[in-house]
Each structure stands twice: as structure tokens, then as C-alpha cells.
């Protein structure tokens, strides 16, 4: 028979062995490559409902590019976006929601999972509660997503190394800058209450809006894309980034995702101390 | 040495108040009206370590909420606590390494998975090392027969079986505290005294302090060696479960219908026992079992009448918490 003390020198090598800031990103990162193979077995579980919606994706977004492509055999250029450029745009805006929502799947439905008191198991466990959040689900669709952006470089856009490395960044950018954005809107539920359908009502216009060229906007429509709904910065990127690299705009959009990521962090975190849980039946899917 | 020590802990909630009805919608949109809801009222309690406690109470005393604060879920409104020497709501994440918690009503595996993919990922939750993972998953296995479930999708499983996967996930790593929050809720009789067994070994053998919530009677007796009854927010009652067995849980509820032959037998008065309830051929009987047997009586029902069915049943912890709370004011009124 162990006694409690013995339970406790167990815990005390434990807390040893997690000494150390390469020791916390080595166990952060096992984990997180933990969670992503749990949720892709997870969604492997349906294996023709994951081919379908991720290949329903893929050609939803063909299909509007199709649209694209009548207007600009009418109008080749508009304010000096071409087709090619708009292709880019939507390489680098839907390959960057997709990997966001396929390794971070949950960055999108933090006000749901917090408004429905879902956080308690996350909150149990002895993981970064926004990190175990965001990596606990996974979006089957946006695989097609990201698919998409893929095809979409190796048709439209530069396959040099200095451009494939642009457009790595492209969609990291837009990756983090999608996410940071929503965990700032979502954490709102912490203190307005129910505000899943604001949330979703931005995310949808977020998404939107980095799926039309920038150019097109003017005035207070561009301010507001550049600041508060940020889209700017990933719907600028096929100009500012990849065709001609525009040190100003990568710093500004590397700013702007550090800073909504800050807010949002800091956002969530002060919100957890006004969480109030909830007692919906909740299981892990 | 205390598992956890609490003082004056509590918690309010704001709450929206709104009259019924569409124009009562309509008014609280144009004037919302709030409250304060005081869901635990300034809780002091101790547990040392290896003791297995029950915190009872009906629905809405605080039950969960108080066990969301000492896992540090929430946060508190005022007061202290201590787990394991440590503050909850302060250093939640090294706290979470020492404790376990099963909420009955929200599961930690994953709906779609088998069982053994979730407790991988509960092993790097942990951050276990990978041999002492491997050996203390197959203990687990063992000791809580899963090896039949293991590979199954946890949406194919009864209710039961994922219990037990559930509570068998929240020892891996060997937490020194459990937290069980309506852990037997919806079993049926066989699983849920399957369930005790295996809690009371672990208790045993690991000296694992146990922290239950519940509304069943029958975990509390088998359970745990003392009772924590709480009602309105507060502590109601704080007593060795042997006590509470002696002087509370001294009825049982006996269910019985009679045959048809008896045709319109009435059952006369049993010493000790009180008709509850009388529905044609179907009686509720309360059995004080220090006035008399429960053998005795269902002695002398068989002796005297033909039985279709009979039952013998812990009464209901709301009435054993009504029958305290009765017991408490006439204290309090007699002092």
C-alpha cells in the first residue's frame, strides 16, 4: 500500500521535471501534437463526411474565384488589382483560416464555449487555458480550405524561394491575425454575457471582408479595415506582400496580429476571474 | 495536515431578473433588473488528507459551485481556501497536477474516440512520463475491468461503462485529492456499487483523499466516513457518516404491492413502520430501524399476505436533508 506522502514525493519529482522554459515549450508542444492527432483520428472517425465537406470547401471556394474570373475577363484590372491578384487574395485569406481552423479549431467559438460554461474541463487541467481551448478542436471543412490555398499558390503565384516564403508568411499572418482577432471578440462573452451571436455576426463579416481586394474601399471604409475589423491587412497582402514587398505594411500587419493577440490574451485572462460556468451537459467531440 | 481548509468562502452571482412573458422580455430589455444570488454563504470547512468526505445537499445549496471554486473553476466572492497548500483560483495550473475532478455531467473524453486515445492525451495533459503512463493505465485497466471498452468509441458506451472510464481517466495521475461531482448520477444499482468499490480500493490503497457530491444515500453509506450536509449556502450539518447513519439514516423506504388474491386486505399497523402512501394493492411504507428489523417487517408481510413485488429503498437524500434541517430548527428553537 502508497501512502499520501509517497503520492506527494511523486508530485515533488513532477514539479521538478517541469522546472524551465525549455521544458514548458517541450511539454506544450508535445501536447499540442497530441491534441492534433486525437482530433484528426477524431474526425477520421466519419471518413466520408471528412472527404466531403473538406472537398465541399475546396470547390465553394473554386467556385467563387469562377465569379472572379467573368468579371475580370470584362474589366482586366481594377485599381490596379488583376485576376492573378485576387487568385493570391484568395489563397492567402482561406489558406490562413484554414490552417488556423484546422490546428486551432475552436479560435472561432470562444464566446459559445464560455457563454455555455464549457471552459470547466479546460479549467481542470493543468494546461494554458486558451492554448488547450483553442487546440481541442479541429475543423474538418477548413482542411479544404487550406487545400485550396495551396493549389491556388502553385497556380497564381510566385514559385521562387523568396516567394514561397512570402506566402508562408502571408498565411501565418493571416492565420494569427484571424484567430487573435476572434479570441478578442469572443472573450467579450466573459463580461457582456451572451455574445455568441455578435461574435459570429464579426467573424462572418471579418471573414468577408478579407475576400474583397482593399483597393476597392475608400475613406472611413478603408480606416475601419486597417483598424478596428483589420481584414485590410490580409485582404492587402497579394499587393503590400507578395507582388511588391512593402516593409511599412508587413511591419503593420505584424503589429496589428501582435496587438489584437495581446488584447486578446489579456482579455481572456482577466475574463476567467468573472467565468461563471454553467450546467450544460458537455462532452468532447 | 488538511487536504483543504476553507474560511467564510463565497460566492455570488449577479442575476438577471425578468417577469414572465413577452412584455416581461420586452421590459427587461428596456430596464434590465438585477440580483444578487448568493449560491454559497461563507463555507468553513477542513479535510485531512486520506479522509473521504461526502458534501451533500438538494438541489442549488452550492454543492458544485463550492467544488468549482476549490478546483479553482471559480473564483470566489470572498473568503479563503486552501487545497493541497494551495490557493485554487491562484495557482490553479500546479493545483490541477495534484487533483482529479469528475463533473457527471461534463465529460473529459472524447465523444467520438476510444477511451485509450483520450488517457494518451491525459498523459501529456500531465506531462507523465511515458513508462510510468503505460504501467499506471494498464493498473487502472485492470483494477476497473475496462479492457473490453478500451478500443470502443466512447458515443457506443452505456452510461456505466464511460463512468468508469471517466473516474479511471482522473486517477492516471494519481491525484493525492478527488473531486467526484455526482459521480454515480443515472446508474443503475449494479454499476453504481461497482463504482463505490473502486473508489473506496483506490482510497485505500493510494490514500486518496475523496471529495463527493451526491444525491444518493447509498454512496454516502458505503463511501465515505463523514457527512457535510449543506443547505441555502451554508453548513447545515458536520458529522461522522456513522452518526448521520444512526440518527438520520435510521428509515427505509420498503415499496410493496400485494397479490391480487389478498382482495381488499388492508395492511394493519407494524410497529415502527408508517403507510406513506396507499394506492389500491401498492403501500409506501418508512421502516424506523431502531424501533424495528427490516427483516421483521418483511417477516410479517409474508407471514400474513401473498406479495407481487416488494422493494427496500434508502429514503430520498432531499427528505433526509428536510428531516435534518426539521431536526436543527427544533434545536435551535429549544436552545
Redesign the interface.
Known amino acids: 500500500?502508497?501512502?499520501?506522502a509517497e503520492?506527494?514525493s511523486?508530485?515533488l519529482r513532477?514539479?521538478e521535471?517541469?522546472t524551465g522554459l525549455g521544458h514548458s515549450a517541450g511539454?506544450a508542444l508535445?501536447?499540442l501534437l497530441?491534441?492534433w492527432k486525437?482530433n484528426l483520428?477524431?474526425a477520421m472517425?466519419?471518413r466520408l463526411s471528412f472527404v466531403l465537406l473538406a472537398g465541399m470547401m475546396f470547390l465553394n471556394n473554386f467556385i467563387w474565384l469562377f465569379f472572379w474570373h467573368l468579371f475580370f475577363e470584362r474589366f482586366p484590372a481594377v485599381q490596379g488589382w488583376e485576376l492573378r491578384d485576387v487568385m493570391m487574395l484568395w489563397g492567402i485569406s482561406a489558406g490562413g483560416f484554414g490552417w488556423a481552423s484546422v490546428l486551432f479549431g475552436n479560435f472561432h467559438r470562444i464566446a459559445s464555449i464560455v457563454s455555455s460554461g464549457?471552459?470547466?474541463?479546460y479549467?481542470?487541467?493543468?494546461?494554458?487555458v486558451l492554448l488547450?481551448v483553442l487546440a481541442s478542436r479541429m475543423s474538418v471543412t477548413a482542411a479544404g480550405d487550406f487545400v485550396f490555398g495551396v493549389v491556388i499558390y502553385f497556380l497564381a503565384g510566385d514559385l521562387s524561394l523568396r516567394g514561397a516564403m512570402l506566402f508562408v508568411l502571408g498565411l501565418l499572418i493571416a492565420g494569427l491575425l484571424f484567430m487573435a482577432v476572434m479570441v478578442a471578440a469572443g472573450s467579450a462573452a466573459f463580461f457582456v454575457g451572451n455574445s455568441e451571436g455578435l461574435s459570429q455576426q464579426l467573424f462572418n463579416i471579418f471573414l468577408a471582408l478579407t475576400t474583397y481586394p482593399s483597393g476597392i474601399f475608400r475613406g472611413f471604409a478603408k480606416l475601419m479595415l486597417f483598424t478596428i475589423v483589420p481584414a485590410g491587412f490580409i485582404s492587402y497582402m497579394p499587393i503590400g506582400l507578395l507582388r511588391d514587398f512593402d516593409p511599412a505594411f508587413a511591419a503593420g500587419a505584424i503589429g496589428m496580429t501582435l496587438l489584437f493577440g495581446a488584447a486578446g490574451i489579456g482579455l481572456f485572462r482577466a475574463g476567467?476571474?468573472?467565468?461563471?460556468?454553467g450546467?450544460?451537459?458537455?462532452?468532447?467531440? | 495536515m488538511f487536504a483543504l481548509r476553507t474560511n467564510g468562502l463565497t460566492k455570488t452571482?449577479r442575476v438577471k431578473r425578468k417577469q414572465p412573458g413577452l412584455a416581461g422580455s420586452f421590459r427587461s430589455l428596456l430596464k434590465p433588473a438585477w440580483e444578487e444570488k448568493e449560491a454559497v454563504r461563507g463555507i468553513d470547512l477542513s479535510v485531512a488528507?486520506?479522509e473521504t468526505v461526502a458534501f451533500l445537499g438538494p438541489n442549488g445549496a452550492g454543492k458544485?459551485?463550492t467544488i468549482?471554486m476549490l478546483?479553482?473553476?471559480?473564483?470566489p466572492t470572498s473568503g479563503d481556501a486552501e487545497v493541497l497548500g494551495i490557493v485554487p483560483w491562484k495557482d490553479?495550473?500546479?493545483l490541477?497536477?495534484?487533483i482529479g475532478?469528475v463533473?457527471g455531467?461534463?465529460?473529459?473524453?472524447?465523444?467520438?474516440?476510444p477511451p485509450m486515445?483520450?488517457f494518451?492525451?491525459i498523459s501529456?495533459?500531465?506531462?507523465m512520463r511515458r513508462s510510468d503512463y503505460l504501467a499506471r493505465r494498464d493498473d487502472l485497466i485492470d483494477r476497473f475491468e475496462l479492457g473490453p471498452y478500451l478500443h470502443t468509441?466512447?458515443r457506443k458506451l452505456s452510461l456505466g461503462e464511460r463512468m468508469r472510464c471517466e473516474i479511471a481517466a482522473s486517477m492516471l495521475h494519481?491525484p493525492?485529492l478527488l473531486f467526484l461531482d455526482e459521480p454515480t448520477i443515472g446508474l443503475d444499482p449494479v454499476v453504481k456499487a461497482r463504482i463505490r468499490d473502486l473508489i473506496r480500493e483506490r482510497n485505500?490503497?493510494?490514500?486518496?483523499?475523496v471529495f463527493l457530491t451526491s444525491h444518493d444515500a447509498g454512496d454516502v453509506e458505503s463511501l465515505c466516513s463523514r457527512a457535510v450536509v449543506i443547505h441555502h449556502g451554508g453548513v447545515l450539518l458536520d458529522e461522522p457518516v456513522e452518526k448521520v447513519k444512526r440518527e438520520v439514516l435510521s428509515r427505509k423506504t420498503v415499496k410493496l404491492t400485494l397479490s391480487e388474491s389478498n382482495g381488499a386486505a388492508r395492511l394493519p399497523p407494524i410497529a415502527g413502520t408508517r403507510i406513506v402512501r396507499a394506492e389500491g394493492r401498492r403501500y409506501q411504507l418508512s421502516v424506523d430501524l431502531k424501533r424495528t428489523a427490516i427483516d421483521e417487517v418483511l417477516g410479517q408481510l409474508i407471514g400474513r399476505f401473498g406479495l407481487e413485488d416488494v422493494t427496500v429503498e434508502d429514503p430520498d437524500l432531499e427528505e433526509i436533508i428536510k428531516h435534518i434541517y426539521g431536526m436543527k430548527k427544533e434545536t435551535g428553537e429549544a436552545g
Open positions: 500500500m502508497s501512502t499520501g503520492c506527494a511523486g508530485s513532477e514539479d521535471r517541469r511539454a508535445r501536447f497530441t491534441c486525437v483520428a477524431s472517425e466519419y464549457q471552459l470547466d474541463v479549467l481542470a487541467q493543468p494546461k494554458p488547450n476567467l476571474r468573472r467565468y461563471a460556468s450546467n450544460a451537459l458537455a462532452m468532447r467531440s | 452571482f488528507h486520506g458544485s459551485t468549482k478546483t479553482g473553476i471559480l473564483h490553479r495550473n500546479r490541477a497536477f495534484r475532478a463533473f455531467q461534463k465529460s473529459q473524453l472524447w465523444y467520438h474516440l486515445d483520450t494518451d492525451l501529456r495533459v500531465y506531462e468509441p466512447v494519481r493525492q485505500r490503497s493510494e490514500g486518496t483523499t
